[in-house]
């Protein structure tokens, strides 16, 4: 369905592309609003860097929902997310959280002090009316901190077994100042309940974990873990359930409920996740910041708590240095981010994406409909005024996909040894549209020009995998690779860098300098293609365009 026309443009290329641009249009309307982001330019090396710049301000809903309205652009970058989380916990890198001092350390401190502060009027009030006050606390990053397996570990894709070992081992620190709550609260007089989602069979390692860092509060009566389903670990009579798994709500405020019934009244329930604190059965609740992952449920039926839901709203700098400004909170959570990108590439949980149709490709068929007439207009105009026009594209989610790689294979960590592999075996399916693209650039007079970062043992691969998904006119002559620094693959002399390792911007800006240089064959690049802005600053071409991608980084 998806441009399939084949033009034979000659003298009246012009008037062609021009009705290629209206068949294409017609072909249907195009579903996502955000346009390409286009800019122009200089042509000697002149460059609108200023316009080539990440979004900062985004909306996200936290089921995933906003991939199905909002453009590429109008996703956060996965590995903007993470940069920001890691900025956030004081990971310089290595996917451990500074046990001393980070803003996450900070805002728990606030956020602590301020609830500790209270407490002795909440205790009081409580006694005045008889009651017995109580406090429940969650246990995953509420009293025990999970950054470091989340991230060092697992990479963000939760393992159930390897969790296991962790929590087997009590390899979990105490989250930030919740030890000096806890243990400040018990003094006072309140009861203190553990409720976690964590299974029976980890209720003795969780209890002994919690006493080795410094908890006294916590006893096995008072602390609720979850059924396994197996011997004696049963789903309890308190909790019923509106389908054979419960939710977290369900079982999470059935079993507060079922403490209130024992004579106590739960003065304060502490989550760090929204379904900890969602379903009632406490006076008061306390929301503790993690970003690091999302366990959504339904509100009981018949319950509407507005107030407990994630924010929708965000800023965040591709640089990740808004984890040192914006609260917990602030950060958009990356489960809803994942989720996000899923539904905009049409990911039904898989990790692949659908290629016949999703918000990704109608946003793209939008910005091709505008772009093939424009290229084809500006290729055959440059080519009768005497010059060599070329277009410029990059290869990695400009003219060949990878999102099955990035998600299905890699779960968004990048692997270069598995990349090798994909490309090597020629794995990848063309972008969506990019070889009509190219097709009618290149019948309109221009020359195609492949830019990449993959490397030059890559090289004949990733010109098999072009042609092998249907792109015809790349040539290794004009297929530039980067330089190994192994054998006779190094650095060309046309490349100077400021540093021992070139930058992607200086080895593409400069490799677009030689290009247009009588030594690289003095061409006009007429259009640069990428879908990083590291791929289009720096100049040395006509107009740059953006395609959509929020699978991942390139600064």
């Known amino acids: 369905m998806f441009f399939h026309s084949t033009f034979r443009l000659k003298a009246g290329v012009a008037v062609a592309a021009l009705a290629l641009g209206a068949a294409l249009i017609s072909a249907g309307p195009a579903q996502a609003a955000v346009p390409a982001h286009a800019a122009r330019g200089g042509h000697g090396g002149g460059s609108s860097s200023s316009t080539l710049a990440p979004r900062t301000q985004f909306t996200m809903a936290a089921d995933g929902s906003s991939g199905l309205t909002q453009g590429g652009e109008g996703i956060p970058n996965i590995d903007s997310v993470k940069s920001t989380i890691a900025k956030y916990y004081g990971d310089p890198g290595t996917g451990i959280a500074s046990k001393t001092s980070s803003p996450y350390i900070s805002e728990m401190s606030s956020i602590v002090a301020k609830q500790t502060r209270s407490l002795k009027a909440i205790y009081q009030k409580a006694i005045r009316h008889h009651e017995k006050p109580a406090i429940v606390f969650d246990a995953d990053d509420t009293t025990l901190m999970t950054y470091d397996m989340e991230v060092a570990d697992m990479h963000f894709t939760f393992d159930p077994a390897e969790q296991d070992v962790w929590v087997q081992d009590q390899r979990f620190p105490a989250t930030p100042s919740m030890v000096s709550m806890v243990e400040t609260a018990k003094k006072m007089g309140f009861t203190i309940f553990g409720l976690t989602g964590r299974n029976d069979d980890q209720k003795a390692a969780t209890l002994g974990n919690l006493k080795k860092v410094g908890y006294t509060a916590f006893t096995s009566k008072n602390f609720y873990t979850k059924w396994t389903g197996k011997g004696t670990s049963q789903q309890p009579s308190y909790v019923t359930c509106a389908t054979a798994k419960c939710t977290t709500v369900e079982y999470k405020a059935l079993t507060r409920k079922h403490i209130e019934k024992q004579g106590y009244d739960i003065a304060l329930n502490v989550g760090d996740q929204w379904s900890d604190l969602q379903g009632g059965y406490a006076d008061r609740v306390l929301k503790l910041p993690n970003p690091t992952y999302y366990l959504p449920s339904a509100d009981l039926p018949g319950v509407k708590e507005p107030r407990l839901a994630p924010r929708t709203h965000f800023v965040m700098k591709a640089d990740g240095s808004s984890g040192l400004t914006q609260s917990g909170e602030g950060i958009p959570n990356i489960d809803s981010v994942k989720s996000t990108i899923a539904a905009y590439y049409g990911d039904t949980g898989t990790g692949l994406s659908n290629k016949t149709s999703s918000p990704y490709i109608s946003e793209t068929q939008k910005i091709l ?80 020009i492949g830019l990449t970062g993959r490397n030059d043992d890559q090289k004949t691969a990733t010109l098999a995998n072009l042609a092998k998904v249907g792109y015809s006119g790349f040539t290794a002559e004009n297929y530039y690779t980067k330089w190994t620094g192994q054998g006779a693959s190094q650095q060309p002399s046309y490349i100077t860098c400021a540093a021992a390792k070139c930058t992607t911007i200086e080895y593409k800006s400069q490799t677009r300098a030689h290009v247009e240089s009588a030594a690289g064959g003095g061409y006009t690049v007429v259009a640069n293609y990428g879908d990083q802005f590291s791929d289009l600053i720096g100049g040395h071409a006509k107009r740059t365009v953006k395609l959509p991608n929020p699978t991942y980084y390139l600064p």
Not at 404 to 409: I, K, L, S, T
Not at 441 to 447: E, V
Request: one cysteine or more; charged letters at 20%; proline letters at 6%.
């Open 369 to 448: 409909k505008r772009e093939i007439p424009r290229v084809a207009s500006q290729c055959y105009a440059a080519s009768t005024k005497g010059q060599k026009p070329a277009i410029v594209l990059d290869a990695d989610d400009t003219t060949l996909w990878t999102y099955d790689m990035e998600v299905a294979d890699m779960h968004f960590t990048f692997d270069p040894a598995e990349q090798d592999v994909w490309v090597q075996d020629q794995r990848f399916p063309a972008t969506p549209g990019m070889t009509t693209l190219a097709g009618v650039a290149k019948a309109a007079g221009c020359t195609l």
